[in-house]
């Protein structure tokens, strides 16, 4: 940790008079405010450190289980790096943290904190597949059922996200609160969907026709399905946008100070809406491609976290786009290769998760440290 | 009552600093000071802005430390700048920008701040401990709302309670009158009176030399980091020349005066027509081309609602505003300054500037194009306005949040007033500033009406509007008085200040014309 204090002396000469104390609430507040300022040296050694941190407390949590730490990591790296096996399931896996990831990143950087990528993701997924399994339509063309349906779950997963938007703006609902509560809603409205309302009539388990033609096609040569390689387009793309569209700069504007973006360039609701929106179209897009990339249909268990994942992957890339999809990759890369070494050495499941809990730990740590070394206590 | 124990003397040294550096980065904020407070006298430390006074009181807080030199407090060396060992010692410091928790009530925020023991005290206890401090120190505040509820003048009689709550004996005030009218600042300077009589030291930082006469026993001015005037006892100077020495060159004290346009009042550039919102009942203002209105008034008389609505920032209930006959559409900043109004807004780093954005953005601030440049192409691009507005900085690379308060303000104005505006919406465009900054500003809102923009200019020295209005008008409880012509009739305007004025205990009006 000495190697990060130095860095943050020596590229944030005399900030310390200026900035006072974090007022917002939490680690993402406090990592929206870090974003950007502190020099790029820090923001990007403190997730690296804090992950070889959590891999060696991870190695000595293994060491306890009885296994050897450098073989299990050796079949992680094995498991992800060799083959195309590896490579193609890490990107799989990675497609919807990034997409979410995205969103999240875009919004926090507003820091408006929405955390309903979830239900959002849910929502898309559950208007996209009805789309392209809806009667008469199922029977359109491949391309146009895709882009149709991809289509429909964005725009459903940005409604949804935008209603907790609105609520915000219009009665003051506290955003973090009404998008996590839209996330049950969301839950509840998916079993009702693959019960009852685009139930597949021939099985007997509650879930949804067969994609059918919808069916995302894979990269040439992978088992990957072409959302990454939308997801990855996307990565850029947002960079972009936010470094040199107007839209970008309202975003970053707004979360350092929404009076002065007030008074002199558009008005705070615009903002909030504008990301919740951004934030919900990524997350319903993120649905409906783990829908037609990977399951090939819906079923009740569609939830698996990726919502909240996306929150650490968000986080962990900075807020910076490009610096979620290494996140994305890094977190997916960390799951296909701790599931590849959990049936070798017969490792707990939950230990993926304890890891991921300690790289945000450590992150939250080196944060502080690298705070307090510039003097803004 | 008695806080002086009996080995304490009057004009004994309670705090010594001796040959304190502090450095940031390039620059070197203090530069060997020295500053020794004596029991019951009351320091007044001067300088313009950017000269290291807050620096220097926040090192005796504990709240940032020396490179070099020494601290010594009731006779003990510090070794250690934290808060917590500096209020232990008896220093408290009312900082400028305050630290209340707006959500609770006086006694909430007076309990907080030093809880006896573990737990929260009861609001009952809260109270009496309020009640008894208030009794104590005659600095009433209304212990029924929120903090944040409470007017600035208040606020900054519960930062001097809590500050007093905890027995300093070392009282530092960080311009303690800034916000406050005049005569919140009289009954201020008064109060310090009593509590320097009770034995304690104190200090406070002022940009304005009236209070040196009125309040302090002595006085250091600071320049750039360095004493200019040290230690010396406000007896033997007069006002030339703690002016001259805070600004480096002579200079009258006062504005210069640049009043007496004509203006051409058939066709009013800014007009505002039955403007009714808060506390404003039916404003109608018409600003001429070339002409300087200054709205005079003691504020919360409807000067924050005037500046919402003028600023087009917030829809007023009826009325509307119009720059050259097209009017502002509230909710849409951008519109406002297609129309050509330009706004300095009374606080600049909530208002006007994001801080922790660089000067290229701010410059770009409400007028940035759908795509933007490149950054190195933005940051040289805004290096020229930089340079013609005077804004001292290392570049355009750095956050506003470096900026001192004179080149922030200089920042704005080189944002609003580039490209011509049609009209101006001023609001105490010179707060805070040091003479020499203020006299900038003001200079640059002169030529901007000798240029043909109407400039509305809502002001708190009546001795700054005086000089540069050339038609001025008072907005007392929510109605417009006047208007007032030079030669100006102090007197009159004073009395129209208090006219309708409603609020808490205020001197009389008498003391408002002649400061």
């Known amino acids: 940790m000495t190697v990060e204090t130095a860095a943050t002396r020596s590229t944030t000469p005399g900030a310390s008079s200026g900035s006072g104390p974090g007022s917002g609430p939490g680690f993402a507040a406090r990592v929206a405010e870090r974003a950007g300022a502190g020099g790029p040296v820090v923001s990007i050694l403190i997730p690296v450190l804090a992950v070889v941190a959590a891999l060696a407390v991870g190695g000595v949590l293994i060491a306890f289980d009885g296994s050897n730490p450098l073989s299990v990591y050796r079949e992680i790296v094995s498991a992800v790096l060799t083959g195309n096996r590896g490579f193609s399931d890490t990107a799989t896996a990675a497609t919807p943290l990034i997409l979410i990831g995205l969103g999240y990143a875009i919004a926090y950087r507003a820091r408006v904190f929405t955390i309903g990528g979830e239900g959002q993701y849910l929502i898309g997924a559950l208007a996209g597949t009805a789309w392209v399994t809806g009667a008469g339509l199922r029977d359109l063309p491949r391309w146009p059922l895709i882009l149709s349906g991809v289509v429909v779950a964005t725009l459903a997963g940005a409604a949804w996200s935008g209603l907790a938007g609105w609520l915000g703006v219009r009665f003051g609902a506290n955003v973090v609160i009404s998008s996590l509560m839209l996330v049950y809603i969301a839950d509840s409205a998916l079993a009702w969907g693959v019960r009852d309302g685009i139930r597949d009539p021939e099985s007997f388990v509650n879930q949804s026709r067969q994609i059918g033609r919808a069916s995302l096609p894979e990269l040439p040569g992978t088992t990957t399905h072409i959302g990454f390689a939308i997801a990855i387009a996307i990565v850029p793309l947002a960079a972009v946008l936010m470094a040199r569209h107007r839209g970008g700069f309202r975003i970053t504007a707004y979360g350092h100070n929404p009076s002065a973006l007030d008074a002199n360039e558009v008005s705070n609701r615009t903002v909030i809406i504008l990301v919740m929106v951004i934030a919900g179209a990524l997350a319903g897009l993120a649905g409906i491609v783990e829908t037609t990339g990977v399951n090939g249909r819906l079923g009740a268990q569609a939830s698996v976290g990726f919502g909240f994942q996306a929150i650490i992957v968000a986080l962990l890339g900075r807020l910076n786009p490009v610096g979620v999809g290494i996140a994305g990759l890094g977190m997916a890369g960390l799951t296909i290769g701790f599931e590849s070494a959990q049936r070798e050495f017969d490792l707990p499941s939950s230990l993926v998760g304890v890891i991921t809990a300690l790289i945000v730990v450590f992150v939250v740590v080196g944060d502080a440290l690298a705070g307090r070394a510039r003097g803004d206590r | ?515």
């Open chain 2, 1 to 515: 009552m008695c806080m002086g124990g009996p080995s304490l003397m009057r004009s004994e040294a309670l705090v010594e600093m001796r040959g304190i550096h502090r450095r940031f980065g390039e620059t070197h904020a203090l530069a060997g000071v020295d500053l020794c407070l004596r029991a019951g006298e009351i320091h007044a430390l001067l300088g313009s802005n950017g000269a290291g006074k807050t620096t220097l009181v926040r090192i005796l807080a504990g709240l940032d430390r020396p490179d070099e030199g020494t601290v010594t407090v009731l006779g003990e060396p510090v070794t250690k700048f934290e808060p917590k060992v500096l209020r232990a010692a008896g220093v408290a410091l009312v900082q400028q920008h305050f630290t209340l928790v707006p959500t609770l009530c006086a006694s909430e925020n007076l309990v907080l701040a030093r809880p006896d023991g573990w737990r929260v005290p009861r609001q009952r206890s809260a109270r009496a401990r309020l009640g008894a401090l208030v009794e104590r120190t005659g600095l009433t505040v209304r212990d029924d709302v929120p903090a944040g509820a409470l007017s600035v003048g208040e606020q900054q009689r519960l930062e001097l309670l809590r500050a007093l709550d905890a027995d300093a004996r070392v009282l530092l005030l960080d311009e303690p009158t800034a916000v406050l009218t005049d005569q919140e600042a009289e009954a201020l300077l008064a109060v310090c009176r009593t509590l320097a009589a009770e034995g304690r030291a104190l200090a406070f930082i002022t940009h304005r030399l009236g209070e040196v006469f009125a309040g302090a026993d002595r006085v250091t001015v600071l320049a750039e980091g360095r004493e200019v005037l040290s230690d010396e006892l406000v007896t033997q100077h007069d006002r030339a020349g703690l002016a001259s020495a805070m600004i480096g060159h002579q200079s009258s004290g006062a504005f210069t005066h640049r009043g007496g346009r004509a203006g051409d009042r058939a066709a009013g550039r800014l007009v505002v027509s039955g403007l009714r919102l808060g506390r404003l009942h039916g404003l109608d203002i018409s600003v001429a081309s070339g002409e300087i209105v200054g709205v005079a008034g003691v504020d919360g008389n409807g000067q924050a609602d005037l500046e919402a609505a003028l600023s087009a920032r917030v829809a007023p209930e009826s009325g509307t505003v119009a720059v050259d006959g097209a009017v502002l559409e509230p909710g849409d900043p951008r519109g406002r300054r297609t129309r050509g109004l330009a706004y300095i807004p009374s606080d600049r780093y909530q208002w006007g500037l994001i801080r922790a954005m660089d000067l290229a953005d701010n410059l770009e601030l409400g007028r940035v194009p759908r795509w933007r440049a490149r950054r190195s192409q933005r940051r040289a691009a805004s290096a020229p306005s930089l340079g013609h507005w005077d804004v001292r900085t290392s570049g355009p690379a750095a956050r506003a949040a470096t900026l001192s308060g004179g080149n922030a303000q200089k920042l704005v104005l080189a944002r609003e007033l580039d490209g011509r505006p049609r009209a101006v919406l001023a609001c105490y465009p010179t707060r805070g500033l040091d003479p020499t900054a203020a006299d900038t500003v003001a200079a640059r809102l002169v030529a901007c009406a000798d240029d043909g923009a109407g400039v509305l200019w809502i002001g708190a020295e009546l001795d700054e509007l005086l000089a540069v209005a050339d038609r001025i008008v008072v907005l007392a409880g929510g109605r417009l008085l006047g208007p007032f012509f030079a030669p100006y009739d102090r007197a009159a305007i004073g009395l129209a200040m208090a006219g309708v004025h409603d609020g808490e205990a205020l001197q009389p009006v008498e003391a408002v014309g002649d400061r």
